[in-house]
């Protein structure tokens, strides 16, 4: 189904002077002649992106780095009387109106928007990003593995997009590290409150994060020619300082590898069993 905004196949319709004229449901849109592949034959298949600019429908085979539905983070190329206008990867650049911009945007600077059709199916971009949100209350369930879209920072930690549809928040001491605006990262459902708002966290289940500390160990013993001067009196800057984890994760690991029977202690340490 042809969808305005969107990367899809479509097929060549004719070829004339101008360029290749595509089948776009009921109407055709126009490949320049500059962007035609050479042999290209009627009843060719071309993967283009399509978008209306004033009656015309024109197909480009430049690729967008987002499509409509899409949130992006875009720099402004240019202001002028109508709006901001991004580039995104496109000859022809976003509009974002002044009615759709909650700032007054900057060119150089970078904002996250939303890619939607206006009124007359023309694209467009927003920065209105509650009005793009779903309404309806998540059906997720605790443990959930969801995307994650950083969408702007709050005083309890970070607003972030889950799914591209629903608004989430990531707290405060799970933001470490080079975070900033635009940073699409994996996560998981936290909590799903009463009023329906989601809490979401990084962290890895306790299942996950104690398979990666014991691979973590075992590769640290293969490392040392299958020896480390740490056991369970060992102190938590000692094994923060060689294992990178906590002590109390540590111990886990370290019983997980005895109850395998991969490991056992000596006297100084622990050694890996061969």
Same mark, same amino acid.
């Given at each position: 189904?042809?969808?305005?905004?969107?990367?899809?196949?479509?097929?060549?319709?004719?070829?004339e002077?101008?360029g290749?004229?595509?089948?776009?449901?009921?109407?055709?849109a126009?490949?320049?002649?500059?962007?035609?592949?050479?042999?290209?034959?009627?009843?060719?298949?071309?993967e283009?992106?399509?978008?209306?600019?004033?009656?015309?429908?024109?197909?480009?085979?430049?690729?967008?780095?987002?499509q409509?539905?899409?949130?992006?983070?875009?720099?402004?190329?240019?202001?002028?009387?109508?709006?901001?206008?991004? /580039?995104?990867g496109?000859? *022809?650049?976003?509009?974002?109106?002044?009615? %759709?911009? !909650? &700032?007054?945007?900057r060119?150089?600077?970078s904002?996250?928007?939303k890619i939607?059709l206006? %009124?007359?199916?023309?694209?467009?971009?927003?920065?209105?990003?509650?009005?793009?949100?779903?309404?309806? #209350? #998540?059906?997720?369930?605790?443990?959930?593995?969801?995307e994650?879209?950083?969408?702007?920072?709050t005083?309890?930690? /970070?607003?972030?997009?889950?799914?591209?549809?629903?608004?989430?928040?990531?707290?405060?001491d799970?933001?470490?590290?080079?975070?900033?605006?635009?940073? =699409?990262? !994996?996560?998981?459902? /936290?909590?799903?409150?009463?009023d329906g708002?989601?809490?979401?966290?990084? =962290?890895?289940?306790?299942?996950?994060?104690?398979?990666?500390?014991?691979?973590?160990?075992?590769?640290a013993?293969?490392?040392?020619?299958?020896f480390l001067?740490?056991?369970d *009196?060992?102190?938590?800057?000692?094994?923060?300082?060689?294992?990178?984890?906590?002590?109390?994760?540590? *111990?886990?690991?370290?019983?997980?590898?005895? *109850?395998r029977?991969?490991? &056992?202690?000596?006297?100084?340490?622990?050694?890996?069993?061969?």
């Amino acid at each position: 189904m042809f969808q305005p905004g969107k990367i899809q196949s479509l097929t060549v319709h004719s070829l004339e002077g101008r360029g290749a004229l595509l089948t776009a449901g009921n109407e055709l849109a126009l490949l320049p002649q500059r962007e035609v592949p050479e042999g290209t034959v009627v009843g060719d298949l071309l993967e283009v992106f399509v978008y209306r600019d004033g009656d015309l429908l024109i197909a480009t085979r430049q690729m967008p780095w987002a499509q409509v539905g899409d949130f992006a983070l875009l720099k402004v190329r240019e202001v002028n009387k109508v709006g901001a206008f991004l /580039a995104w990867g496109c000859s *022809k650049e976003l509009l974002v109106p002044y009615a %759709e911009q !909650t &700032e007054r945007m900057r060119a150089g600077r970078s904002y996250l928007v939303k890619i939607c059709l206006d %009124e007359f199916g023309r694209l467009v971009g927003t920065a209105r990003i509650e009005r793009c949100l779903d309404p309806d #209350p #998540p059906s997720y369930k605790e443990g959930e593995v969801v995307e994650l879209l950083l969408w702007r920072f709050t005083e309890l930690g /970070a607003a972030v997009i889950v799914d591209q549809r629903f608004e989430a928040l990531l707290y405060r001491d799970e933001l470490r590290g080079d975070f900033k605006v635009g940073d =699409r990262v !994996t996560g998981r459902i /936290a909590k799903v409150r009463q009023d329906g708002k989601l809490d979401v966290t990084l =962290r890895a289940t306790a299942a996950e994060e104690l398979d990666t500390a014991m691979q973590t160990v075992r590769e640290a013993l293969r490392s040392a020619d299958g020896f480390l001067p740490l056991h369970d *009196k060992s102190s938590p800057e000692e094994i923060k300082r060689q294992l990178v984890m906590s002590k109390k994760l540590f *111990k886990k690991a370290l019983g997980g590898l005895l *109850k395998r029977q991969e490991v &056992e202690f000596v006297e100084g340490g622990v050694r890996l069993r061969t």
